[in-house]
């Protein structure tokens, strides 16, 4: 038995508190820019910074064939507030046959420390267990993250496995603590 969601065209907007995931516009290229062009958000990143926004343009259309071909969905994280895209945050590897997905996530740095990752994740796992019906959710963290791996482990992610060498990142070669949170366990502390 596998799970069936229809995604249509675009990934359905999620509502949050203060922010909404939402399908990401070409106009957003500036704000993704702002994002993924900083060297400090991709420092535990699986890629190094963008160069510039004819980069952030070319990453929201490859984010767009990547909906497609129903092989990675990330939505952008707008600030109802101002109206501005402030991140993005990602369900990767989503197995329909076995109930699971990644979880990934990214703020710029001036929406650090205000709750707005936790409030994002929390949005993200409910709709990946209420909606997709999934079973299990992983992330892949590299060890000196702090703040993703206390943002997990606050939603009640575990500590599963060390992965050593894992990613060549910026010249370096880093490790992954993959970590797992299953609906049984979200459903208990919910
Ligand atoms: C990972 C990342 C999204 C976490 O962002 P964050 O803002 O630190 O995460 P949270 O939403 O959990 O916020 C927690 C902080 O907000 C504070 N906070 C303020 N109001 C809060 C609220 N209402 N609820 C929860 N926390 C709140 C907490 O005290 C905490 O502050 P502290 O870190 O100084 O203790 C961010 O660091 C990031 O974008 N990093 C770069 C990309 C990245 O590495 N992504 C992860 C890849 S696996």
Redesign the pocket.
């Known amino acids: 038995m596998t799970i069936s969601f229809d995604w249509g065209g675009e990934l359905p907007t999620l509502p949050a508190t203060r922010v909404d995931l939402v399908w990401l516009a070409p106009d957003d290229a500036e704000a993704i820019f702002e994002?993924f062009g900083d060297i400090?958000?991709?420092?535990?990143?699986s890629s190094p910074p963008l160069a510039d926004q004819a980069a952030a343009r070319g990453l929201i259309e490859e984010i767009h064939e990547h909906f497609r071909a129903r092989r990675l969905f990330q939505w952008g994280i707008r600030l109802r507030e101002t109206g501005k895209v402030i991140?993005t945050c990602t369900l990767y590897e989503l197995s329909m046959e076995h109930y699971r997905a990644g979880i990934?996530?990214?703020?710029?740095?001036s929406?650090?420390?205000?709750?707005?990752?936790?409030?994002?994740?929390v949005t993200l796992i409910g709709f990946a267990f209420d909606t997709l019906d999934l079973r299990r959710l992983e992330?892949?963290?590299?060890p000196d993250?702090l703040?993703?791996l206390?943002?997990?482990e606050?939603q009640g992610f575990r500590r599963e496995g060390y992965l050593r060498e894992r990613w060549h990142h910026m010249g370096d070669v880093r490790d992954t603590v993959l970590l797992g949170l299953l609906r049984r366990e979200w459903m208990s502390s919910t």
């Open positions: 994002i400090e958000v991709m420092r535990f990143w991140g990934g996530f990214a703020l710029r740095r929406a650090w420390g205000q709750g707005l990752a936790t409030e994002v994740l992330a892949d963290v590299d993250n703040r993703s206390t943002t997990l606050r």
